[in-house]
């Protein structure tokens, strides 16, 4: 399969808590994208890398919040101190320098308690 | 201002019926695009069909064509012939090209395919 991959699926921590998610864009996609999901809503965009370098990050993105792509391939979220609130579905996105479309991972949905 | 509306929360179709989801959207920048994308309860982001702001025709893809009015700021979605598998919630998500990168998706129409 070389479609987007995420790690873990699913996540339940207690308050406090730091967590970190992974993603894995198809090949040769220079763009990834974090998106957060709650219930009864569309996806949130937090944050955005073009190859290894984050080019835009949301108001959504507190410090708690960080996001890497060393490399230019595979990326990680982490959230430090985590909180209630940040129970949610966390989306990675990847594209083609060339096409106009997002391809979504399955997500890893993350619940705090 | 919302960015991306979708006013229908939950509409429900008779198989092999077509049926029409709303959106509506708002931006001043004269390129963008528009998309649909369809997701089952796996919860996985399913893209379905895309549309140039400056494509002069209605984009199709399959069973699944946008009714795009420009002047209306609309682009809904058609489904064709429903199927059972056809169940999901479905968003709208527009991206402008002079604002990033980033896709600005509406709130979603869950869709029911009755037997």
């Known amino acids: 399969d070389t479609g987007v991959s995420q790690d873990p699926r699913h996540k339940i921590t207690k308050r406090g808590q730091n967590v970190t998610f992974r993603c894995d864009p198809i090949?040769?996609?220079?763009?990834l994208y974090w998106y957060r999901q709650t219930l009864g809503q569309g996806p949130e965009f937090l944050t955005y890398f073009q190859n290894e370098a984050q080019l835009e990050k949301s108001r959504l993105l507190s410090d708690r919040f960080s996001a890497e792509r060393p490399k230019g391939s595979f990326s990680t979220l982490e959230i430090q101190r985590t909180e209630q609130g940040d129970s949610a579905m966390y989306l990675c996105a990847s594209e083609h320098p060339v096409q106009e479309t997002q391809y979504f991972g399955p997500g890893t949905r993350l619940l705090v308690l | 201002a919302q960015k991306i509306t979708q006013t229908q929360p939950g509409m429900f179709v008779q198989e092999k019926e077509a049926v029409t989801l709303d959106c509506t959207y708002d931006t001043s920048d004269p390129s963008y695009g528009l998309f649909w994308y369809k997701q089952p309860s796996s919860g996985e982001m399913i893209f379905l069909i895309y549309q140039g702001s400056y494509d002069q025709q209605n984009a199709t893809e399959g069973r699944y064509s946008l009714n795009f009015q420009k002047a209306r700021k609309s682009a809904n979605l058609v489904i064709s012939a429903s199927q059972l598998g056809d169940s999901a919630m479905y968003f709208c998500a527009m991206r402008e090209e002079n604002t990033g990168n980033q896709f600005y998706f509406g709130t979603g129409t869950s869709l029911t395919v009755i037997p």
């Open positions: 090949s040769e996609h220079n763009r």
